[in-house]
């Protein structure tokens, strides 16, 4: 079943094990869901109740309100998947600090399989390591955030154009290893877990379920009820949540099925800074409440595409291979290649945060020029509260902290000007993952590394040598504006008076 996608740690089954535990971190969804897949059907061969805890940590670097708001939107989405099922589905909100130390390793010792979600950065990265070192029995880690299977990750990428060149050559295979898109439908012969036991095992810890009717405050669109369950929560508040952008399995198929409907226009107003002309799927792709298989399925699907319609003479191009429109093509290149450089990367480079993997000729260049005289310098703390000489850059970091995002083509000046008005390229790179890391509700991903990345060279090549950016592509201010109408993008969003700071992030 699906192996490529299976990493274990090589031990044996419980032999007294009484349930499978799927520990969900990372594909929060039931739709597409390897790992949910995978539990059903082992639960289904040993003839055992199958248990699905979703937990959410409380004190982690960048936890936050505009975190937890997000991930409970999908708790509850969850809650009513697998209501009505005979698998045993809890969420999980930690109330204070350490309060769920030893709830993983409790239901681990007492099941017969443990399977959690692999992701290759952050907090899932260590979950993953610790289910397969902690575990005295057979713990799997299922790869389902991700195209191209984890195993199938045998070497470097350097650009996109190599890695789509192999995508290409090699799509049939990985569409081979697609999931079972509804892996809930199929539930014949499954034993009934029980509430009784899940709080019987949450009885050992310090920790209990989450209620129902808590899980479900936390969620709600009413700011009053809200904050009065999030009172119970020792959260750092000073990144709050976006009211409007709620999480779950639910309103990712919402976005989809809407961007679908206008996803030919995407390559002409993908540039366009008006909202709407994109998918705003980040969010729901980073927390797994939506997997890049039911994008990618459902973008194919509208268009009845199949293999013969593919042209190999556009092998290794961002467009004209799939025989798809340009703004089918435009948005499959992002979804997959720019999506799957990241993934790919950061499997294979645990130490993805560090300055010192960027490319050598990108550190080199960059190291020529760190004494070069900077047009500005800015603190962290200037930058994270926007105020900067340059309105422009402050409505990006505005649309940050109010919007938890920068539209993609003001992402890459944002983070561009960060390495020009930093005193290093070294601190530039910090200031860019963190406040990136912090404020934005997609970050934390391996696209937070590529694309923090990219800014400093990653994926790309050289280019012609100037002040500061040494080699490294260079954007100007000026000639963006001549490119893109940005009044009325400044005018949105130069009206915050948001403060705050906090420490720096190190891996
Ligand atoms: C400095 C910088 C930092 C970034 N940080 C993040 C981040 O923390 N998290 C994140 O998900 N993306 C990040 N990106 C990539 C990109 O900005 C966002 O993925 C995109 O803007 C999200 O909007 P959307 O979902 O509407 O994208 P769409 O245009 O609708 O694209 C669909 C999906 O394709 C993928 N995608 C699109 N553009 C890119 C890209 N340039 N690189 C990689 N994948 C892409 C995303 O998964 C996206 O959701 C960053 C880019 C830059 C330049």
Redesign the pocket.
């Known amino acids: 079943m699906f192996e490529n996608r299976l990493i274990t740690n090589g031990k044996m089954p419980n032999t007294d094990g009484e349930y499978i535990l799927y520990w969900m971190i990372s594909n929060r969804r039931t739709i597409d869901n390897h790992s949910l897949e995978l539990a059903i059907s082992l639960a289904k061969e040993h003839d055992l109740p199958l248990y699905v805890i979703e937990p959410i940590a409380v004190n982690h670097h960048y936890s936050s309100k505009r975190l937890h708001y997000f991930v409970v939107g999908g708790m509850v989405d969850n809650y009513y998947a697998f209501k009505d099922t005979p698998i045993c589905y809890c969420s999980y909100i930690e109330k204070y600090d350490k309060e769920g130390s030893g709830v993983f390793k409790a239901w681990m010792e007492k099941a017969k399989i443990t399977i959690t979600d692999h992701h290759p950065t952050y907090l899932p990265k260590y979950v993953g390591e610790y289910a397969l070192e902690q575990n005295e029995h057979l713990s799997i880690l299922v790869n389902s955030n991700s195209i191209i299977p984890v195993n199938l990750i045998d070497r470097d990428f350097k650009s996109a154009y190599q890695l789509r060149r192999w995508i290409h050559k090699n799509i049939e295979n990985l569409m081979s290893e697609f999931s079972t898109k509804h892996p809930l439908q199929d539930l014949s012969g499954l034993v009934p877990a029980h509430q009784e036991k899940a709080e019987e095992i949450f009885a050992q810890t310090k920790a209990r379920i989450s209620p129902w009717d808590f899980v479900w405050r936390c969620a709600l669109d009413d700011e009053a009820i809200r904050e009065q369950a999030f009172k119970t929560v020792q959260l750092n508040m000073d990144v709050p949540e976006i009211e409007e952008v709620r999480g779950g399995e639910q309103q990712a198929l919402n976005l989809l099925r809407n961007?679908v409907r206008k996803i030919d226009k995407?390559s002409e107003e993908?540039r366009n800074l008006q909202p709407g002309y994109?998918?705003?799927?980040?969010?729901?792709?980073?927390f797994g409440h939506i997997s890049?298989i039911t994008?990618v399925r459902t973008v194919l699907n509208s268009y009845n595409w199949t293999i013969d319609q593919t042209n190999p003479e556009f092998l290794g191009k961002s467009e004209g291979w799939w025989g798809l429109q340009e703004g089918v093509e435009g948005?499959l290149d992002?979804?997959i290649t720019?999506?799957e450089?990241?993934f790919a990367y950061c499997t294979n480079h645990k130490d993805h945060l560090d300055y010192q993997t960027l490319p050598e000729w990108a550190r080199k260049s960059l190291a020529e020029h760190t004494s070069d005289e900077r047009p500005y310098t800015y603190t962290y703390d200037q930058l994270e509260n926007a105020k900067t000489h340059s309105e422009l850059w402050n409505a990006c970091q505005n649309q940050l902290r109010k919007e938890g995002?920068?539209?993609?083509y003001m992402?890459?000046f944002?983070?561009k000007k960060i390495l020009e008005w930093t005193p290093n390229p070294e601190t530039g790179y910090e200031y860019?993952l963190d406040l990136?890391?912090k404020w934005?509700l997609?970050?934390?991903?391996p696209?937070?590394y590529?694309?923090?990345g990219?800014?400093f060279g990653r994926f790309d090549r050289p280019w012609f040598e100037r002040e500061v950016f040494g080699k490294i592509r260079y954007m100007s201010e000026n000639s963006l504006r001549k490119k893109i109408d940005v009044n009325q993008y400044i005018n949105k969003y130069n009206n915050q008076t948001l403060t705050s700071s906090r420490a720096p992030y190190k891996n």
């Open positions: 961007f995407y993908r994109t998918s705003a799927l980040s969010p729901y792709l980073h890049p994008v948005f992002q979804v720019w999506r450089i990241g995002i920068i539209h993609n992402r890459m944002w983070a860019a990136n890391d934005a997609d970050g934390r991903d696209n937070s590529s694309g923090v990219w800014t």
